[in-house]
Each structure stands twice: as structure tokens, then as C-alpha cells.
């Protein structure tokens, strides 16, 4: 698939290193001739100096015989005209990074695909709805559910003395028939496990069930779920200001922030909002905003190391539920294995609508969830896919991926070596790094 990607900024670059390990023809697209240099010499891709908004570079980058065309320069209006000019070149499918929720608003998706924009992506709003969903399931660490939760995959950190505790996958499986263990996140490493792993104590868990079986997976972990109704926010940041707007009075915010002029207009973005100016680093103003009677912490400041530690102070403060902004990709394993609960990370959900978009371009309602070093995609299957020629057990597949769960018929299910997968199934794949290749081939 030919890919061009307009804008080398965060987004972009991770975007285009993601893209070029998975065979992909990349073309990034950027002014910045010395950060196209870099990662010209580093990766497998091409790169073009030019201005993303005209018509003739974007020719000379060859938008108009794409598959793909990606926006997703810093600047919201850029991103749309690039797409504009992009599609009336020729480009099949365009995508913009937006800053607003304008864009997404259904009652202007035509306007906006009038404009030339076939997708839009505003991974603050992806941000905001990965926290909401830690705020209502605080046991686990990734929560990801199709058609209404009839399947669920979610990823939880195993406790010392949790019944599952040291416990081979294949006696597991023998004995729970509900479950399926999709991969295993060990130290700094994702594991698709075979029957011989141990599940040890500290491994995030990724497991495929149905929502009958959510509170047996409970037990079965040794978790308990906490009911949140008042959170504090540190950072006034643009996923701050949207997670207050979409929670839709279901928790009650307040918002730390140390920049007066933000303070000052925060209040006219989150009118219901409590805004005090301070450091939420100071455990003097945590202990006086109340932070003993707070259900959550949610740090978003625009540092990784500060959201970190912030949530590290939170915990020995007593708050059982923290969420961390964690932009520095290097440092997620890390902070997972600090045990600060849900760490969030924007590039990461950019990156996963787009891989979601490679797997099944035809969808515009199919979920991903993202992963430092994994995917986890929905994939509807299609007539003639090779993934429908023999039953599971038969199909010799790759060890990078598994196949965790599919939706049949309006019921969700598990799949074992016996299953034949049909057209029209929505199957629940879940790969590492650099096998989303592998999965495009079984499912075209």
C-alpha cells in the first residue's frame, strides 16, 4: 500500500517508523529538511522536503496515486487543506489530525467530507474516552469491548496471591473454559503465549471473555472494582479540558494547573469544573484541595516524568485509581512496572485508528486498542479471505499474532483450534509489532 504522510512532527514520525516495519511504501511529507534527514537515514521510507499545503509538492510526493493520504501536521488547518488538495489530486483515502470536536460532530460529517476529508483523527478525544473507560473499569489496565461488550478484552496486572497466580496457561485453559489469555506483557515484553508459560505475579494479562463472565475474571485475578465519583486532574491540558467535557457529569472534576493565564480560561471551557491555580507536585496543596477524599488522580501535564511521579505520590497519598499522560513512548514500560495504573499515550491511539484503517478500510465503526509494542484490531472477514480455508488449528499461524475472540451471529465467542472462521465474522486479532502485514494477508 502506498502512504503518504504529511507532517514529521510526533505523530507523524511514529507514524512513519510503525508504517515502514510493516512493508508499507511510506512517503513523509515535511519543511524540517534535518528531521527528515534523520529519519530518512533510520528507516525504511522516503521523505520529501516541501510544504505540505501545496499543490505542488504534494504532487511531486505523489498524493495523487495513493492508497492513503495522512495529515497530521500541529496545525488543524493545514491537516484539512493538505486532505482537500490530497483527494482532488487523486488520493483514495484521506485522514486528518484534528484539534476540535467540530469535525467529528455527525451533523457535520458531509460538510467535511465535502472538503475532501474521508477521516478525521483528535487523539485528545481518543485520550479522553481511554480515561473515562479507566475511570469505570479501575481494575484493569486496558479495557476493549466490541458490540456492546458481548466481547472483551482486558489487560490486568497480576497481584500476589491471586488464585491464578503461578499457574500454567495450558492448566488454565483446561480448567477455564470462558477464557482465552491473548498475550502476556512481561517486564518491557509482549508475549503471545504458548501452553507452556507460567502466569507470574506482575504480568499484565490480556484476556478474551464475554460480559457474562467478567465477574468470574475478577475472582479469578483477585481484583475488586472501586466506584469513582470524584477526580482530580493535574494539567488544564487540551485532554484535560475534553475529558471534563465528554465525562458528561458522571464524575466530579477538579483541575490543578500552575499557569494563571490557563486558569483563567478554564472556566469557560469546563464551566462545572473546579480550576485552582497551583503545582500539584506539592503535597501541601494535594492535602489542601482535598486530595484524601478523591476517588482518582489524572496527571496531564505536558511531562511524562512529571505525570510519572505525580501519580506515584498520588498512590502513597491513598488514591487506589491513577491515570498517566505518558508522550515519551520509552517510558511506558517503565511506567507500568512502577505500578501507576492506566498509562495513556496520544501517538499511540493516533497510530492504532490508522492501523485499524489498513486492516479493514471498508469500516468506519471497527475499535482498535493501543499498545507500546502490540495491536489489538477488530477485522471483519470478507468473502475468499485464506483465514476462511480450513479450521484454526489448520491454518499454521503466525506466532506474532493470535486470533482472540470473535462476533457471531449478535453472540460473542472464543475461538479454539476447531473453529472455522466464516464470512462476515468480526474477529478480534491481536499481533505484535511488526506483523500487521502478516495479518492483512490472511484477511484479503
Known amino acids: 500500500m502506498k502512504i503518504v504522510i504529511a507532517g514529521a512532527g510526533e505523530v507523524g514520525s511514529h507514524l512513519a517508523?510503525?508504517?515502514?516495519?510493516?512493508?508499507?511504501?511510506?512517503?513523509?511529507?515535511?519543511?524540517d529538511a534535518e528531521r527528515l534527514a534523520l529519519l530518512d537515514a533510520n528507516y525504511n521510507l522516503m521523505t520529501f522536503e516541501g510544504n505540505p499545503t501545496s499543490f505542488t509538492t504534494l504532487r511531486e510526493a505523489g498524493a495523487a496515486g495513493c492508497d492513503l493520504f495522512i495529515a497530521v501536521t500541529p496545525y488543524e488547518s493545514n491537516n484539512i487543506v493538505a486532505c482537500s488538495i490530497a483527494k482532488n489530486l487523486g488520493a483514495q483515502t484521506t485522514v486528518a489530525r484534528i484539534d476540535s470536536y467540530d469535525f467529528m460532530d455527525p451533523a457535520n460529517a458531509a460538510h467535511v467530507r465535502h472538503m475532501g476529508v474521508d477521516r478525521v483523527i483528535y487523539p485528545e478525544y481518543l485520550a479522553a474516552q481511554e480515561i473515562i473507560t479507566a475511570l469505570k473499569r479501575t481494575w484493569v489496565r486496558n479495557w476493549f469491548e466490541l458490540h456492546d461488550g458481548r466481547l472483551v478484552l482486558a489487560g490486568v496486572k497480576l497481584r500476589t496471591g491471586a488464585p491464578l497466580a503461578g499457574m500454567k496457561l495450558r492448566d488454565f485453559a483446561y480448567t477455564n473454559h470462558h477464557f482465552h489469555v491473548s498475550a502476556i506483557k512481561r517486564n518491557h515484553e509482549t508475549i503471545i503465549p504458548r501452553g507452556d508459560h507460567s502466569l507470574e505475579v506482575g504480568d499484565i494479562l490480556y484476556f478474551t471473555t464475554t460480559r457474562d463472565h467478567i465477574d468470574d475474571l475478577l475472582a479469578l485475578t483477585g481484583k475488586t472494582e472501586h466506584k469513582i465519583r470524584r477526580v482530580l486532574i493535574m494539567g488544564g491540558s487540551k485532554i484535560a479540558v475534553r475529558l471534563v467535557n465528554s465525562a458528561h457529569g458522571e464524575f466530579k472534576f477538579k483541575i490543578v494547573e500552575s499557569d494563571i493565564d490557563i486558569c483563567r480560561k478554564l472556566p469557560q471551557k469546563c464551566p462545572d469544573c473546579e480550576i485552582i491555580h497551583g503545582d500539584a507536585r506539592d503535597i501541601d496543596l494535594l492535602e489542601d484541595v482535598g486530595i484524601s477524599e478523591m476517588d482518582a488522580f489524572v496527571a496531564l501535564t505536558a511531562s511524562s516524568e512529571t505525570n510519572i511521579f505525580s501519580c506515584l505520590t498520588a498512590k502513597e497519598l491513598?488514591?487506589?485509581?491513577?491515570?498517566?499522560?505518558?508522550?515519551?513512548?520509552?517510558?511506558?514500560?517503565?511506567?507500568?512496572?512502577?505500578?501507576?495504573?492506566?498509562?495513556?499515550?496520544?501517538?499511540?491511539?493516533?497510530?492504532?485508528s490508522i492501523f485499524q484503517l489498513l486492516l479493514d478500510a471498508d469500516s468506519s465503526t471497527s475499535k482498535c486498542l493501543a499498545l507500546a509494542d502490540a495491536e489489538v484490531a477488530e477485522i471483519e472477514v470478507r468473502e475468499g479471505s485464506k483465514i476462511t480455508r480450513a479450521a484454526v488449528k489448520d491454518l499454521k499461524l503466525p506466532r506474532e499474532l493470535t486470533l482472540a475472540g470473535l462476533f457471531r451471529d449478535g453472540q460473542g465467542q472464543l475461538i479454539s483450534g476447531a473453529t472455522q472462521i466464516r464470512p462476515g465474522d468480526h474477529v478480534l486479532v491481536f499481533c505484535l509489532a511488526g506483523a500487521l502485514h502478516k495479518v492483512e494477508r490472511l484477511f484479503t
Do not use: R
Open 318 to 352: 491513598g488514591i487506589k485509581k491513577t491515570i498517566a499522560d505518558v508522550e515519551n513512548i520509552q517510558f511506558i514500560s517503565q511506567a507500568e512496572n512502577l505500578n501507576i495504573g492506566t498509562v495513556i499515550n496520544k501517538k499511540l491511539l493516533a497510530s492504532s
Open 17 to 31: 517508523k510503525l508504517l515502514s516495519d510493516e512493508e508499507q511504501d511510506i512517503m513523509l511529507i515535511d519543511a
